[in-house]
């Protein structure tokens, strides 16, 4: 396992004293459960549909121009679906990775 320098140590506990205390001082209360599954869901909600509008927007406008309707708006849906699927799947391993170092 690599080890880590420790002024690297040192700041990251700086960081996190530093981010109870502002927590502390604004009043943030810690989430409940159903609350984190909420943002969870919502998280993942966005990123499969923002994927799938941003691609057939893409689409849309590249069909209007070369006149090809509607074989890139096909095309840039799947494209705008798969890289909502690549999102949601970075964003899990992220908690993953985040719940196991917990």
Not at 28 to 43: D, H, L, N
Not at 61 to 80: C, N, Q, R, V, Y
């Amino acid at each position: 396992m690599i080890q880590k320098p420790k002024d690297i140590a040192k700041l990251e506990e700086k960081i996190s004293k530093l981010q109870t205390k502002e927590q502390k001082a604004r009043g943030v209360k810690p989430q409940t459960e159903y609350g984190t599954a909420a943002s969870i869901g919502f998280r993942i909600a966005t990123e499969l549909l923002s994927g799938v509008i941003i691609g057939g927007g893409i689409g849309w406008f590249l069909d209007d121009i070369f006149s090809t309707k509607p074989h890139l708006l096909i095309i840039f849906l799947l494209f705008g679906g798969a890289a909502g699927f690549l999102n949601v799947y970075r964003f899990t391993k992220q908690l993953e990775r985040k719940h196991t170092k917990e």
